[in-house]
């Protein structure tokens, strides 16, 4: 069935530093890769998105790359701050109405 | 603010109570999602309205059900509580059907005690 799989599950860099978050899915009709941002008690908040006719998209320090054919997406984060540390989610939706969620990612920020 | 409205914030009841939690969808959409999640847990999607209309179905137990009313609001309807219903409860909504931004509500905790 349809699957989405992200790893690493924690992620702990320096302040400064870049990180990434890589996810793959099962779904080959999948086109539409969201990435949520969720702080501890806080709702998850859309911070990039990608449709599959886009192979990388930027918004500031954030990107989001995809490559269709390995059926993989990753989230860059250049120059991290603290502010940064959170979970963040991927989801990849296709012609069904439903987004499958990975399981996640704590990214930690230290100073 | 998202512009998700979810009612309320907290709940607390006991194991076999039935609660009803409520959401209203942005200004203009006419998707609702439904999503748990449990302490520490991913997002489980639960079910899917569209314009009044069930759209697609996750994992939600057969004690759950859930409705979209003609001013697009949605609830959620949890039964025969157990202790492993204890989670968040997220409303997501979105323009359309598929594959369109969705903007999560802050969430209602459901505790049981």
């Known amino acids: 069935g349809e699957n989405v799989e992200q790893h690493p599950s924690t992620l702990s860099v320096q302040e400064g530093d870049s990180a990434v978050i890589k996810c793959t899915y099962s779904?080959?009709?999948?086109?539409?890769f969201p990435w949520y941002k969720q702080e501890l008690g806080k709702r998850p908040q859309l911070i990039i998105d990608i449709r599959s006719n886009v192979g990388e998209k930027k918004d500031q320090r954030i990107a989001v790359t995809l490559n269709k054919t390995a059926k993989h997406f990753s989230l860059h984060i250049t120059e991290t701050q603290p502010e940064d540390s959170a979970v963040y989610f991927c989801?990849?939706?296709?012609?069904?109405?439903?987004?499958?969620f990975g399981t996640g990612t704590r990214l930690q920020v230290f100073p | 603010d998202s512009g998700v409205t979810q009612t309320p914030k907290h709940l607390i009841t006991a194991t076999g109570q039935r609660v009803t939690l409520r959401c209203s969808p942005r200004?203009?959409?006419?998707?609702v999602y439904w999503y748990q999640q449990s302490l520490d847990q991913g997002l489980q999607f639960l079910i899917q309205y569209y314009n009044g209309e069930e759209r697609a179905k996750g994992n939600i137990l057969e004690r759950f059900s859930a409705q979209q009313f003609p001013d697009l609001h949605s609830e959620l309807n949890l039964s025969s509580l157990e202790l492993g219903d204890s989670a968040l409860y997220f409303c997501?909504?979105?323009?359309?059907?598929?594959?369109?931004?969705?903007?999560f509500g802050d969430g209602t905790r459901l505790s049981i005690l």
């Open positions: 989801a990849a939706g296709g012609n069904t109405d439903k987004l499958i």
């Open positions: 779904d080959s009709a999948s086109n539409y």
């Open positions: 200004s203009g959409d006419l998707s």
């Open positions: 997501a909504s979105s323009v359309g059907e598929s594959n369109q931004p969705q903007h």
